[in-house]
C-alpha cells in the first residue's frame, strides 16, 4: 500500500497536482466543509471569507443543492445536453431569462466555467457581426483558455499574449487616480478615430466590477458612458458577472448598479454553489448564430444545473441580495473602522459582499505593501482560523468574498481575525520562509 494514508493531502498535493493549475494562498488543505467553514485535516474549523473564490455562495454542504444533486444524480436524465434536452438544465434557463434584464429574443448557452463561457462568447461574437476585434480593461481577468486569456488583461496572464486587434484601456480606480475616467474615455475616442476603426470592433467585454484586478468598484457613470460610445458604432456589450453576479453586490446583477443593458452576460462561479456549469444569457441573434459551434458534451448536465437552480431558488426565497448588501455593509464598515488605527489599510472598497481592502506601506504615497507582506498577512490569517486570498495588479488586496449565507457574528469575528493578523504581521511573526511557497499570483 502506498503511503497516501498517512502523509498529509497538502504534501500529497505537491507532488501530484500540476504547478500551472495551482493557486495555493495558505496551507490550508480542507476535508470536509460546514455551512461557512471548512475543516482540515487535523479538526481545526477556518471561516472561509473566499468562497472558495467565489463559487461557495450558499457556502458548503447546503442541504438544498445536496438535495437537488442527490436526486438529479439518482435518477439522471443523460448526461449531455447537447445530445438531449433535460428538465433541470431547460428548467435553468428560464429561470436565469426570469431573472435577467433583458429585450427581445433570448437565449442561453451552458458551460462548465468562466472561462469557457467568455471563450463562447468570443468566438460567437466574431462569427456573428463578422468583426474580429475587441476592447477589454487592463486588469480584467476573463478566463484562463485560449479564447477568454487574449481577451483578459490581468498581469498574471502576461505569459500569453492577447488577441491580435485587442484594444487594453485602463480601468479608471478612483483610490489611486492614475486615469479618471474623463481620460479613459477621452483615449477610447482617440482609439476609435486612429487605429481601431469601430466598425472593425464585435464587443467590449467590461466587468462591472473589477474583481482580480484589485477589487475596484468603476467610477459613476463610467461603464455606462463606454457602452453609449460602443453602440453608437453597433458594438455589442458583455458583461462578465462571473465573480461578483448574482446577489453578491447587494442587487441580483452587479451590471445593474452601473446601468448597464448587456447584449451578454456571463456567469460562472455561484451559478453551480460549488458545481461546474456557466451560462451565457443574451441575444438570440448573437447565441443562435451557428449550431454545433461551442459543444461541451457535459454541459448543462442535469446535476450541474439541478445544483445551479437550487443556487437561484435559495437565493431568491431568502432575499440574498439583500442580506449582502447589508452584511457587506456590516463588513466594510468594521475594516473602515479598523483602518482609522491601522495604517498598513490605505482603502476599504466594494460592493455588497465584495469586499477589497489595499493594503500600503506608506498612506500619503500609497505606496503597495510588498507581495510577500500581503501573503504573510493571509498566512496569519490562515493560522487564526479565516481564509481568504489577495488580487490586484500590485498583489496587494485582501479580497474578501464570503458566503451570502454568513451571519453578523462571522463577518465580527472574521474582521477581527484580520485586524490581528495584519497586527502580527507588523510584528515580524510570519517569516519570508513561511510564505515562499504562497506567493502565487
Ligand atoms: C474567475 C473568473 C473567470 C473565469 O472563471 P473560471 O470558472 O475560473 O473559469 C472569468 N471572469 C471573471 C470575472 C472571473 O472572476
Redesign the pocket.
Known sequence: MSSSATRSIRSRDAQVIANIGRLRFSPLAPIRGEGVHLVDESGRRILDLSSSGCPAVLGYGHPEIVQAVEDAARSMAGASLLLYPNEHAVGLAEDLLRLTPGTGKRRVWFGH???DA?DCAVRVLQAATRRSRFISFIGS????VSG?MAVSGHTAMTHTLPRPGLVLLPYPDSYRGEFSAEQVLQLLDYQFATTCPPDQVAAVFM?PLM??GGIIVPPPGFLAAVQERCRAHGIRVVV?E??VGLGRTGLWHCFEHEGLEPDLVIF??ALGGGLPI?AVVGAADILDHAPAFALQTTAGNPVASAAARAVLRVCERDRLPHAAARLGAQLQAGLRDLARTETMIGDVRGRGLAVGVELVADRAEKAPVPVTTTAKVIFRAYELGAAFIYVGLRGNVLELTPPLTISPAQLDEGVAIIAQAILDVREGVVSDEQVAPFMMW
Open positions: 466555467s468562466g472561462s467568455n481577468y476573463h478566463g484562463n477568454s466587468e474583481s482580480d462578465d462571473v465573480k460562472g462561479k456557466s
